[in-house]
T-cell receptor
Framework: DVKVTQSSRYLVKRTGEKVFLECVQD?????MFWYRQDPGLGLRLIYF???????EKGDIPEGYSVSREKKERFSLILESASTNQTSMYLC?????????????????FGPGTRLTVL | AQKVTQAQTEISVVEKEDVTLDCVYE???????LFWYKQPPSGELVFLIR??????QNEISGRYSWNFQKSTSSFNFTITASQVVDSAVYFC???????????FGKGTMLLVSP
């Protein structure tokens, strides 16, 4: 089974702090993703990475950066946390390439980190 | 641009009722992929099904069934004889050919009461 883990389930930080959210997958997947989930807005893509040291902006990258130094690890960084970044953050991974015909080829999600910025 | 609409924000049913969750999508591609995920109160998204645009065959898995209709750009999800454990937020998602990312709908919260 694919396993995606996130470093914390709950995190409380103060405005202006630098925050690191870590995600690790154990299936040798090339693609990794960071989403934030807010009530009424669904999941929105922040950044994704298709290989080590490669990154692409998603729909809402402002205020965030990412790091992928190793294939299994994808970090989301809030350079200076703000209260409007209070949210649920979800990490996902999947194998390389675009979707093919395999019916189970999908994104696999971690348990999420609920971040509160005070 | 691709878009997924889940018009039902919240649905409440009583156990053993059947319930259908609607999903309408927009895409200019002829090849695309549709997904349903379940998010229980624990928070982790659980993959339920994936459907390819070139395969319109409907699917049944136990109490779950999916109705894919390209003519109406819909990919609806029906739970038969709902149970309390079905209470969750359900997301529909779309990926166009050539992309690895997913576009999600805003989700439908299903509450099944005993």
């Amino acid at each position: 089974d694919v396993k995606v883990t996130q470093s914390s389930r709950y995190l409380v930080k103060r405005t202006g702090e630098k925050v690191f959210l870590e995600c690790v997958q154990d299936m040798d997947h090339e693609n990794m993703f960071w989403y934030r989930q807010d009530p009424g807005l669904g999941l929105r893509l922040i950044y994704f990475s298709y290989d080590v040291k490669m990154k692409e902006k998603g729909d809402i990258p402002e205020g965030y950066s990412v790091s992928r130094e190793k294939k299994e690890r994808f970090s989301l960084i809030l350079e200076s946390a703000s209260t409007n970044q209070t949210s649920m953050y979800l990490c996902a991974s999947r194998p390389f390439g675009t979707y093919g015909t395999t019916s189970t080829d999908t994104q696999y999600f971690g348990p999420g980190t609920r971040l509160t910025v005070l | 641009a691709q878009k997924v609409t889940q018009a039902q924000t919240e649905i409440s049913v009583v156990e053993k009722e059947d319930v259908t969750l609607d999903c309408v999508y927009e895409t200019r591609d002829t090849t695309y992929y549709l997904f349903w995920y379940k998010q229980p109160p624990s928070g982790e998204l659980v993959f339920l099904i994936r459907r390819n645009s070139f395969d319109e065959q409907n699917e049944i898995s136990g109490r779950y069934s999916w109705n894919f209709q390209k003519s109406t750009s819909s990919f609806n999800f029906t739970i038969t004889a709902s149970q309390v454990v079905d209470s969750a937020v359900y997301f529909c998602a779309l990926s166009e050919a050539g992309y690895s990312t997913l576009t999600f709908g805003k989700g439908t919260m299903l509450l099944v009461s005993p």
